[in-house]
């Protein structure tokens, strides 16, 4: 089984940093694409940036210029550096990434347990 772990959640003042992880581990052959989602109280889970074959990033309008993806092939690790957060950054954040666990079997979707990251002043 695959299992994805994030770490790097807590609580920040507005304008502060964060950098979140995501560890992928279990049956792993091939990670296509790992990102990172977020669902605030009242509102749907949106995709805030997800990193595609290790190289095409994508970028939520609301947090270009803030918020940088990065993954660790090796390590089967991303990354989403926070910068200049924003209270309504406040959100769960939840890993993504969709895996190959073995040569002979299909691409699966795949969610971590979420991390709260709380912005306040």
């Known amino acids: 089984q695959v299992q994805l772990v994030e770490s790097g959640g807590g609580l920040v003042q507005p304008g502060g940093s964060l950098r979140l992880s995501c560890v992928a581990s279990?049956?792993?052959?091939?990670?296509?694409?790992m990102g990172w989602y977020r669902q605030a109280p009242g509102k749907q889970r949106d995709m805030v940036a997800i990193?595609?074959?290790?190289?095409?990033?994508d970028y939520a309008d609301s947090v270009k210029g803030r918020f940088t993806i990065s993954r660790d092939n090796a390590k089967n690790t991303v990354y989403l550096q926070m910068n200049n957060l924003k209270p309504d950054d406040t959100a769960v954040y939840y890993c993504?990434?969709?895996?190959?666990?073995?040569?002979?079997?299909?691409?699966?979707?795949?969610w971590g347990q979420g991390t709260q990251v709380t912005v306040s002043s």
């Open positions: 993504y990434a969709m895996i190959r666990p073995n040569p002979n079997t299909a691409r699966n979707n795949y």
């Open positions: 279990g049956s792993i052959f091939s990670i296509y694409a």
């Open positions: 990193i595609i074959n290790g190289a095409t990033t």
